[in-house]
């Protein structure tokens, strides 16, 4: 057993003695048992995954592997499979007429195939992948499976308690003008998502940066938060080189827009960097709630922001540094704005809107333009009392002041309005043509694994949308029973309804205006690129599970709205909860990219105080884990952390450096462990 296996298991074993106790005290030991053993397997199927802390995506383990690491898990797995084939064959005619009674049979092939096709990631051996398609889609059936028999085995009175408690919290008395701090049950969703997202940077993230990306991030957040637009040039480039930071005559700094960076620095000025995504995770599901209930009935708003909270998706790029969750929160605002100018005619949120929206640009510029086209859309259609382009207006205008702040930043620092730092970075790094957006032979850095074809043609765009799919079937809920085929439900049983169609809309305007950039986003923190889906995503989920309970209950009077795809629902998200979320956690984002925050202690060494640090290894992890320690500008009497890039580079440091004593520390893939201080005091003279 692997060591990331023996928390997870021993987690998920604690919930499944929980839910038997529950269920033994109630009577219903036989529905216990099927959601202990749901829990048991999903953590079991998650032991044969190989997904770890390299850049990759994830795929299931080959016969050999399994039979050798994990015999364990297997056995468990087909056994929970085999005692599920068994409980479908006694009742395949009221599978049959389930699935009939809720779906055409068109529909059913078409979720079927859906569900089959995002079950497993591209391998590069078709027969892999297919063997792979197949397997990961059995496993999918058996938690399904193991899931259902358990609410269907539930005895009556139990079941209709737990719908009735559903009812109660899902129908809160409340309309779309109630105050959403005044809904306890939003405001313990967002504490939550605060609570453990924070938990999971605090633990698992280990508050340090792991992606190339967080550290220029964190680097521009310092300076920032010290007044400075750039800082002064290192006096040895080569020595501090880091990935997405560049020294230029304009100064040395990060090549990435400023917009999230500008947050994250108050996060800097109050000494908890890490701490600013989570409280914004916390945010969005408020926000989540304001907009949806303007959308949607009550029930189906709360439902969807339920999901919102416990998706692994949302929790995991809350604990990052990653700009994602920022354009999330920006993005819900100007939701929000547009749909009371919508309401009410008014200006003032359309301006706010349009504010909301520049700063997606200033945050990730694609989403910007995206986000720009499909609310402008919207604004379009919102009822002024005086002039009906009046809120198109305001939002256009609010537009135009933030997303001018991001050209002219452009222009100090490119020299260029439309000149992106960061499209200047990857042309100088890897030459003209290649990072720009747009189709062609030139298109792409070549990155193994990552970029797996020459150029941006049709076969990419086919190739990119199903790398994102998949990973979103993994994160979106964490659910082993795969997490679109509920979105598909909602798209199909709900298409009628006007919000579920502006919810496709924006799925639909996302993922094609992605589908124009060589790159899928890569296995970071899930189909990040498409992070601005997760809204629309879980409203149509909702809606799904809304649509179910209706045609369960027909036109049979009723004062239980709930049904048991709310039971199963909640079910699975607890299961994503203590099986999921510590499985990813511990296995995947523990020590993420060989990133290590060991060498935080190394910088408080009293040591090291006016010394220069050599760090020898990669530039990325070894040197980048290092450099978010460095004071900003190299100032003061703190270590200064440098690479020891070659023996030319280390004369330069310590002639630029001369009144600095010298150090020697090994980086991880030096080690293989952790930092390690090997040489120093050496001193601070060139021999």
Not at 116 to 136: D, P
Not at 512 to 537: E, K, M, Q, T
């Amino acid at each position: 057993m692997s060591s990331s296996a023996i928390p997870c298991f021993g987690i998920a074993a604690g919930a499944a003695l929980l839910v038997l106790g529950w269920t033994f005290r109630r009577g219903a030991l036989r529905a216990g048992l099927w959601f202990a053993a749901a829990i048991l397997g999903q953590a079991a199927s998650l032991q044969l995954v190989h997904a770890g802390p390299a850049v990759g995506y994830q795929h299931y383990l080959d016969v050999a592997a399994i039979a050798r690491q994990q015999p364990v898990s297997l056995v468990a797995l087909v056994a929970l499979g085999l005692a599920v084939a068994v409980a479908a064959a006694r009742r395949w005619g009221a599978i049959r007429e389930w699935v009939a009674r809720y779906f055409s049979r068109g529909s059913a092939i078409l979720l079927a195939g859906m569900a089959f096709l995002t079950s497993a990631t591209l391998s590069r051996h078709a027969s892999a992948y297919v063997a792979e398609l197949i397997v990961a889609s059995v496993v999918q059936l058996i938690i399904l499976g193991a899931v259902t028999t358990a609410v269907v085995s539930l005895p009556e009175a139990v079941r209709a308690r737990l719908l009735e408690r559903m009812d109660r919290i899902l129908e809160r008395t409340g309309d779309a003008t109630t105050a959403p701090w005044r809904d306890p049950t939003m405001l313990l969703l967002a504490l939550g998502v605060v609570a453990l997202s924070a938990a999971l940077a605090f633990f698992s993230y280990e508050r340090h940066p792991h992606v190339p990306d967080e550290v220029a991030y964190l680097l521009q957040a310092k300076y920032f938060a010290r007044g400075m637009l750039v800082m002064p040039p290192p006096p040895v480039p080569g020595g501090f080189d880091l990935d997405l930071v560049q020294a230029g005559l304009s100064g040395w700094f990060s090549v990435f827009p400023p917009g999230w960076p500008v947050i994250l620095a108050f996060g800097v000025l109050a000494g908890v960097p890490w701490l600013v995504n989570p409280l914004l995770g916390g945010l969005n599901v408020i926000l989540a709630w304001i907009l949806l209930r303007q959308m949607y009935q009550q029930r189906t708003a709360r439902l969807a922001v339920a999901l919102l909270a416990f998706s692994p998706w949302h929790l995991f790029l809350a604990m990052s540094f990653m700009s994602h969750t920022f354009s999330l929160t920006l993005v819900l605002i100007a939701a929000v704005g547009i749909a009371s100018a919508r309401r009410t005619g008014a200006v003032l949120p359309a301006v706010a809107a349009g504010l909301a929206i520049g700063l997606v640009g200033l945050t990730r510029p694609l989403e910007g333009v995206v986000v720009a086209v499909l609310l402008g859309i919207a604004a379009v259609g919102a009822r002024g009392r005086r002039f009906r382009f009046a809120p198109a207006a305001a939002v256009g205008m609010g537009t135009a002041i933030t997303g001018g702040l991001g050209l002219w930043y452009n222009h100090l620092l490119t020299g260029g309005f439309l000149r992106f730092p960061v499209e200047q970075y990857f042309a100088r790094v890897y030459g003209a043509g290649h990072y720009e957006i747009g189709f062609g032979p030139t298109r792409g850095l070549g990155w193994a694994g990552l970029d797996p074809f020459p150029g941006h043609g049709a076969l990419d765009v086919l190739v990119n949308a199903n790398l994102n799919a998949t990973v979103v079937n993994q994160e979106l809920f964490g659910w082993g029973t795969g997490s679109l085929l509920l979105v598909g439900i909602g798209a199909l049983l709900g298409w009628r309804l006007r919000p579920n169609r502006v919810m496709l809309a924006a799925i639909a305007g996302i993922v094609i205006a992605h589908s124009f950039y060589w790159f899928s986003g890569g296995p970071d923190f899930g189909a990040r690129y498409w992070f601005l889906i997760i809204v629309p995503c879980v409203a149509l989920a909702a809606s799904g599970i809304e649509r179910l309970a209706e045609i369960s209950r027909g036109n049979a009077a009723s004062r239980v709205r709930s049904g048991p795809g709310h039971l199963a629902a909640a079910g699975l998200s607890l299961m994503a909860l203590v099986t999921f979320v510590p499985w990813r956690a511990v296995d995947k984002y523990h020590h993420y990219r060989g990133m290590r925050p060991d060498v935080r202690a190394i910088a408080r060494d009293s040591r090291l105080k006016n010394a220069i640090v050599l760090v020898r290894g990669a530039r990325h992890p070894d040197y980048a884990s290092a450099a978010v320690y460095n004071t900003v500008g190299l100032e003061g009497t703190a270590p200064i952390f440098a690479w020891d890039r070659d023996v030319a580079t280390t004369q330069a440091l310590r002639s630029a450096f001369p009144d600095r004593s010298v150090w020697i520390l090994n980086g991880p893939t030096v080690t293989g462990r952790g930092y390690e201080l090997v040489d120093g005091p050496v001193p601070p003279r060139i021999p």
